[in-house]
């Protein structure tokens, strides 16, 4: 647990007041620790199994975390595959909601809160190449979530953003995200929709200059890539006109980067590719085909 407790240190040590990734086994740089996975969401730090049981005592890490003057609370949530995701407090006191700050924005998000908190952490890349390539476009969110890439892109002066996503839950938490920060009005708009039967609708409101693309990898009866991703890619002429730009992402280990380059190319061969986006800092990976695939392209065609 050596490693483990010298990565929070130099995590933390450069996190500022951010949200941070502390350890990242899932990366297969730690031999034996591909199970763990440890997140800072100030001032609380989650403690994330990929394992039905606690593979080994994580007391030390406990330890280590509380002795730490910013940390005010541990909990640890079981992600075991096939059994739904468990959180319990282990240590200090945990809110229920938090707001947390990433490059100047602010998010709400839920330490407590099985499964996914609010805020995919490994998509801060992403989230600073919106902001910072996003002036003055009318931008399509697509898989929306809690429209982080929205608020990133209205604070990088997008004219218009349009965020879809069929959980209304999480476009309620994109709401608050973007009153967080100050931004309102009737240029942003949330349609909760299943995207795969709604086309006609996310035509009406386009042609758009960015569309960002960020579908879950299994999700069964609303969204299975290995199905639905080229489905989706078919659609992009459309919906954009030439120079128009699509960032398309893919978080399947079990797919490399050409998944989704051999699909864009046979789907919408009017886009070209233009580059990959690296990966968050705090996400180190052994094999970096299996990190997160965050493609960008620009409609070259007429
Ligand atoms: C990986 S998350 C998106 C993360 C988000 N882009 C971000 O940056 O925070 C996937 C989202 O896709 C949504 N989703 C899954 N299937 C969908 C479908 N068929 N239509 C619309 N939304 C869908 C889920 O509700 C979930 O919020």
Redesign the pocket.
Known sequence: MQRVIDSISEQLAQSGDQVRRLFHGRGGLFEGLEWLVIDWLPPVAVIRVYASEVPQPLDPVVEHLMAQSQVGGVVLQLRGRGREAQSEVLAGDVPEKLVVEELGLRYQVRPLQNQNSG??LD?RPGRAWVRDNASGARVLNL????C??SVAAMAGGAQSVVN????SG?LSVGRRNHQLNGIAGDAITYMA????RSWSRVRRQGPYDLILI???SF?PG??VAERDYRKVLRRLDELTLSGSRVLACHNDPGHSEMFLREMMASEAPGFEFQQRLPLAEGFPERNPEQGLKALLYKRVDA
């Open positions: 805020l995919f998509m898989f929306a979530y809690t982080a890439f879809l996503d069929m959980s999480a929709l299943d995207l795969l960020d579908p879950p999700q609303s969204f």
